[in-house]
């Protein structure tokens, strides 16, 4: 019985993770520009975030994670 009715939470379980991935894209493509627009940025210093992004990557001797999309290889 006990057996029966973790079979049942399994398969509910996993149809519930499936259904996750039938989720339609939240952000449509006519959507987009108005998120790139200047005022929906995190940081309204895009120069001086570029400066001490530029700083921190010399000081660490390394790259990524910062965002922007690559190739994966490390280089840019």
Known sequence: MLLR????????????L?????IQ????????EKLSDP???FSRAALADKHREHIHTVREG????????????GCN
């Open 62 to 73: 390394a790259r990524g994670a910062t965002g922007v999309q690559g190739g994966g290889c």
């Open 5 to 16: 009715h973790l079979f049942i939470a399994a398969g509910l379980a996993s149809a519930a």
């Open 39 to 41: 005022i929906m940025q």
């Open 18 to 22: 499936v259904q996750g991935c039938a």
């Open 25 to 32: 894209p939240w952000v449509k493509p006519y959507e987009r």
